[in-house]
């Protein structure tokens, strides 16, 4: 495990700052001017357009309010990047002119990093599967057929995914429940949130090509964390036959800044032990999961956050490498900005799993928060965060905030 | 139903020809050099570019290679639009500003006419939904519980629509038949269409908003004909619980031309007699299906095509506006450029089922066509070809091809 690389920025150097310089992650912020990319250093911001303009850095569309052209270069152009900037960041080695194009974090604006091209949902956490397996079907068969076979996945959809602070409203839909004779159309009554990874695809593939697990590897920019917001009984009534529809489209939130493969590389393990042999496209071929600590908070409105869960990353099945050649594997062409959700992240013990659902089971055991309010399921005014870091020796990567709050139902249709 | 408008081109006025006057459909062209944006009027293709150029239209983004920006301009538009040209093709009107910008249909090459944001395929053929479920899990119970209140959809793989005459391979995956022990990875042998319309969205919503169906359909900007290539073996194994995913992924093919709502105006029709009452936000609120003839032909490699599907597109039970509204109604945010697939358009006798699939009924059933070759399923070589036609007085309105070859599976694996 590498040690922590010492930057002229000094905040970078606190041990509890998730952006030292051995991160460098990228996302878009704005000073009540243009977005345009940057990079977190410290308690900073780096506007990587001024570098790009004083001839810093090349010109990788820095300047422009999304980093797909910069994912699009490919992985020569993302390492060159990286050492470019650890060379201008390192201690001793302080200018002018990156200096000027300093911002302090709590003065910009973040944007969504990256137009989501499209936004597919993956189910590899299999104390998750099981979950909701025994709560929406049958504990018998909780566990699909396919589970241990396929890193299942679902296309989701790409317009709501929005970058952490989006506040949204309580989703309509269709209810019916087990008791109800007709289905009715109202504000969802259990809403939950799915603690997640999201892999962010910088490569693309042309239709008909499959690739194998080490080119979807290579073809990965970098990790976000990622809450898929679900409206559970608009899932329960809607699910059947064709997957989760309205239940989930109505909102994913993810952090603004894009940790790259490179940032978490001292951090790879290995897979758990395959239960059943995978099939010769998917098996592991190294250590494709990475040691990320996670957690989630819980806030009612006027109180102070509550933990409500405490995993890793690392407690997944598949990897994203997996997931995203099995994705290809009909020949299905993927692009520079495809955002790929890992599945809920649950562990096996009580206090590890990643939706309210899970973890009162089904609505039936409430959890108390701070300041003595008890939930089953998300009400309005609530704030949930996603927490995410790499722990490394004297330092952390980090990922930024991943939050959301819940508007009550909008009133009007349009 | 309104009579033929008659133009100066000719061929226009030929009551077979799929492009009268009373048509004007909007596609993408080039001949040679850029694509940019036409119409097609009898045998010709008329270059919308060069006439925004001249002055003749306005500046709605004709010369990009797509018909987003003129799409998002609005109903104004694409009614202002929708005038000028009928007055600049009239019988009489003729001028060389105009002849100049057309080219022999023959000679151009046309493209996605479109760029597809996203993509959602519907499941609003009742017959179909009856049929599939009947095959995939259970006769007693093949329509699924909320089939008749809610047009249930999924999300779709945008990165593979294509444009009529764009050949794929047929796609390798995961398959297990019930007498097989273990799955293995393989082309499918089990390779499908599904025959659909596509109906296009020109107008966008915002995250949080909702619309009613009558809101839906003024956003909806035209149709085309759409092939839902499935392969049936990796659905089977893969689509419970989270739906269809690399069964579709590999391929969608569209017709080049987007048929809009105001040349379909006069096709009009009601939906079916609901058969249980649906939820205020989807009722019907007026005649939003359209009178379309449907044909489905299937081609073995050197031999002449046999017709093997024959219906029309008042079979389905959901409108696309119907659908439409659905897909906003948890707050799920519509862009212009997103793209509906109706689901799959089977009548309820023989002769009448848009798969092959239900024509086979699972492949217990062969089909033989034209020169002696039987089919359960797709083989390589075949040409599968949708058509489609609104029949007026002594016109038609027609939505050009949607053919496809499949090419064997690809041996390597890039």
Same mark, same amino acid.
């Given at each position: 495990? #590498? *040690? %922590?690389? $010492?930057?002229?920025? @000094? !905040?970078?150097?606190?041990?509890?700052?998730?952006?030292?310089?051995? +991160?460098?992650?990228?996302?878009?912020?704005?000073?009540?001017?243009?977005?345009?990319?940057?990079?977190?250093?410290?308690?900073?911001?780096?506007?990587?357009?001024?570098?790009?303009?004083?001839?810093?850095?090349?010109?990788?569309?820095?300047?422009?309010?999304?980093?797909?052209?910069?994912?699009?270069?490919?992985?020569?152009?993302?390492?060159?990047?990286?050492?470019?900037? #650890? *060379? %201008?960041? $390192?201690?001793?080695? @302080? !200018?002018?002119?990156?200096?000027?194009?300093?911002?302090?974090?709590? +003065?910009?604006?973040?944007?969504?990093?990256?137009?989501?091209?499209?936004?597919?949902?993956?189910?590899?956490?299999?104390?998750?599967?099981?979950?909701?397996?025994?709560?929406?079907?049958?504990?018998?068969?909780?566990?699909?057929?396919?589970?241990?076979?396929?890193?299942?996945?679902?296309?989701?959809?790409?317009?709501?995914?929005?970058?952490?602070?989006?506040?949204?409203?309580?989703?309509?839909?269709?209810?019916?429940?087990?008791?109800?004779?007709?289905?009715?159309?109202?504000?969802?009554?259990?809403?939950?949130?799915?603690?997640?990874?999201?892999?962010?695809?910088?490569?693309?593939?042309?239709?008909?090509?499959?690739?194998?697990?080490?080119?979807?590897?290579?073809?990965?920019?970098?990790?976000?964390?990622?809450?898929?917001?679900?409206?559970?009984?608009?899932?329960?009534?809607?699910?059947?036959?064709?997957?989760?529809?309205?239940?989930?489209?109505?909102?994913?939130?993810?952090?603004?800044?894009?940790?790259?493969?490179?940032?978490?590389?001292?951090?790879?393990?290995?897979?758990?032990?395959?239960?059943?042999?995978?099939?010769?496209?998917?098996?592991?071929?190294?250590?494709?999961?990475?040691?990320?600590?996670?957690?989630?908070?819980?806030?009612?409105?006027?109180?102070?956050?509550?933990?409500?869960?405490?995993?890793?990353?690392?407690?997944?099945?598949?990897?994203?490498?997996?997931?995203?050649?099995?994705?290809?594997?009909?020949?299905?062409?993927?692009?520079?900005?495809?955002?790929?959700?890992?599945?809920?992240?649950?562990?096996?013990?009580?206090?590890?799993?990643?939706?309210?659902?899970?973890?009162?089971?089904?609505?039936?055991?409430?959890?108390?928060?701070?300041?003595?309010?008890?939930?089953?399921?998300?009400?309005?005014?609530?704030?949930?965060?996603?927490?995410?870091?790499?722990?490394?020796?004297?330092?952390?990567?980090?990922?930024?905030?991943?939050?959301?709050?819940?508007?009550?139902?909008?009133?009007?249709?349009?």
């Amino acid at each position: 495990m #590498t *040690d %922590l690389v $010492r930057s002229w920025i @000094e !905040t970078a150097n606190d041990p509890e700052s998730p952006f030292p310089l051995n +991160n460098l992650p990228f996302g878009v912020f704005s000073a009540g001017d243009a977005p345009r990319c940057a990079t977190a250093i410290g308690d900073k911001v780096l506007d990587l357009a001024a570098l790009q303009k004083a001839g810093l850095l090349p010109d990788h569309g820095f300047d422009e309010p999304a980093l797909n052209t910069f994912m699009g270069e490919g992985k020569q152009a993302w390492n060159e990047v990286r050492e470019k900037l #650890t *060379d %201008l960041l $390192r201690d001793g080695a @302080e !200018t002018d002119a990156v200096r000027d194009a300093l911002h302090d974090m709590g +003065n910009v604006t973040l944007h969504l990093p990256f137009t989501v091209i499209e936004y597919t949902d993956f189910y590899a956490g299999r104390q998750h599967a099981f979950n909701v397996g025994s709560l929406f079907r049958d504990p018998a068969n909780a566990l699909p057929p396919n589970w241990l076979h396929i890193p299942i996945g679902y296309n989701g959809r790409a317009s709501t995914v929005v970058v952490s602070g989006t506040e949204f409203h309580r989703p309509m839909g269709q209810l019916k429940g087990p008791q109800d004779d007709q289905p009715r159309f109202g504000p969802s009554q259990r809403l939950d949130i799915e603690l997640e990874m999201g892999a962010v695809v910088g490569m693309p593939t042309e239709m008909g090509q499959r690739i194998s697990v080490d080119q979807a590897d290579d073809m990965i920019f970098g990790y976000v964390l990622l809450n898929d917001w679900s409206a559970r009984d608009i899932q329960a009534w809607e699910y059947q036959p064709l997957g989760p529809f309205q239940a989930k489209a109505f909102a994913t939130t993810i952090s603004p800044w894009v940790v790259t493969k490179a940032a978490l590389e001292p951090f790879r393990c290995d897979t758990p032990p395959r239960e059943k042999e995978l099939l010769p496209h998917i098996k592991d071929t190294g250590p494709m999961l990475y040691d990320i600590d996670l957690s989630v908070t819980m806030t009612a409105p006027g109180a102070e956050p509550t933990e409500i869960c405490r995993t890793n990353y690392n407690a997944l099945y598949y990897s994203a490498a997996q997931q995203l050649a099995h994705h290809a594997s009909s020949g299905c062409a993927m692009r520079t900005g495809d955002l790929l959700g890992s599945g809920t992240i649950s562990g096996p013990e009580k206090g590890t799993f990643g939706s309210l659902l899970e973890m009162t089971w089904g609505g039936k055991n409430p959890i108390t928060l701070e300041g003595g309010a008890t939930r089953t399921f998300i009400e309005d005014g609530d704030t949930l965060a996603l927490h995410g870091h790499a722990q490394g020796d004297g330092y952390r990567v980090g990922f930024g905030p991943c939050v959301g709050t819940v508007l009550p139902e909008r009133a009007d249709r349009s």
